[in-house]
């Protein structure tokens, strides 16, 4: 049976059943909500007080932060897919903490077709926004929406692959590290994603180090799974993506620009064998008179400085165009454009 097509882009659709989530209800009264969930999110949540309390909370945040989710989620997800071997699908996807689900359209936006997908979630009213989302989703009608503590007693059946992306600053340090050794009990690969400041560049690195301790190894974005050379409290490895912004969402942000860029740290780690992840850009490149610094995360478990010149030609001019977080040197046919 052929796989259901989508009417649009999974971002279009998702954009699309969020336009009418706060129909009723003023911009500065959504905005003020924006507000005091972002402020919560900064501040020290314990684990067994949910951060989504109603519906009004649910749906401010879904349409302040599930379109930025969905293509931080997504760029991840690209990366294991590119890193995977040719034709890996995950049959089946278990989404930690997804609260309204962002995680699981991002993977039906990955790999075609319906899956077994299982959400996780404490905030009842989250996972019932989600279910409601859901339903204009051909891919995820039939996704199993479980309200369920995410700490020490989180219980995982086991699945190809499990996403944790945007949940570990509200748990304890204990609660973090069941939660990630739960997904590494139960997952053939595992994606985290945290946003992209020290803080949360420091839980992914932790996540990852419990991954390889567990016996993973290392797909994205890292070009090896040895620890990380960035020396801790000097720098910090993180990653952008593109935000298309809706007119719901600039008005509840206040801002005019048709787009923002999401910054998100994350790791990829699998049980199978993947392809060798190419070298990283890690640090803004420094454009020179006729030349460009880039300084780049190696396989030999190391960062190089390069200097690409005017002679490389084409690989210069890509150079300039290099962003952080860019794979190095990039495709013979981005090189060349």
Request: aromatic letters at 6%.
């Amino acid at each position: 049976m052929n796989a259901p097509l989508f009417p649009a882009a999974p971002a279009e659709t998702l954009r699309s059943a969020l336009a009418g989530l706060l129909d009723g209800l003023e911009p500065k009264q959504a905005a003020q909500a924006v507000d005091r969930l972002i402020a919560t999110y900064r501040g020290l949540t314990p684990t067994d007080a949910p951060i989504l309390r109603d519906r009004a909370d649910v749906a401010a945040y879904a349409a302040y932060r599930m379109p930025a989710t969905f293509e931080a989620v997504r760029s991840a997800l690209g990366a294991l897919a590119d890193a995977a071997p040719a034709g890996w699908v995950p049959g089946s996807h278990v989404d930690v903490g997804g609260g309204t689900g962002a995680a699981t359209w991002a993977v039906s936006a990955t790999w075609d077709g319906e899956r077994p997908v299982t959400v996780l979630d404490w905030a009842e009213p989250a996972l019932a926004l989600g279910r409601e989302l859901a339903a204009s989703n051909p891919w995820l009608k039939t996704v199993r929406w479980q309200r369920s503590r995410i700490g020490a007693a989180l219980s995982i059946e086991s699945t190809d692959l499990v996403t944790v992306s945007y949940v570990l600053k509200e748990l304890t340090e204990d609660d973090r590290r069941s939660v990630v050794d739960a997904a590494a009990g139960a997952a053939q690969a595992v994606v985290v994603v945290e946003p992209g400041t020290p803080d949360g560049y420091a839980r992914v690195i932790e996540a990852r180090d419990r991954l390889i301790a567990a016996g993973f190894r290392v797909a994205a974005p890292c070009p090896h799974s040895a620890a990380c050379p960035i020396a801790p409290g000097e720098d910090w490895c993180h990653f952008s993506a593109r935000v298309s912004r809706s007119s719901l969402h600039r008005k509840i942000k206040g801002g005019s620009l048709a787009y923002e860029d999401e910054k998100f740290s994350y790791v990829a780690a699998v049980r199978f064998d993947a392809g060798p992840a190419p070298r990283r850009v890690v640090r803004k490149p420094q454009i020179r008179k006729g030349q460009v610094l880039l300084d780049l995360c190696a396989a030999d478990e190391a960062l190089h400085r390069e200097t690409v010149t005017k002679r490389h030609g084409p690989l210069y001019r890509a150079a300039r165009d290099a962003q952080w977080g860019d794979a190095w040197p990039p495709h013979e046919g981005d090189a060349e454009a």
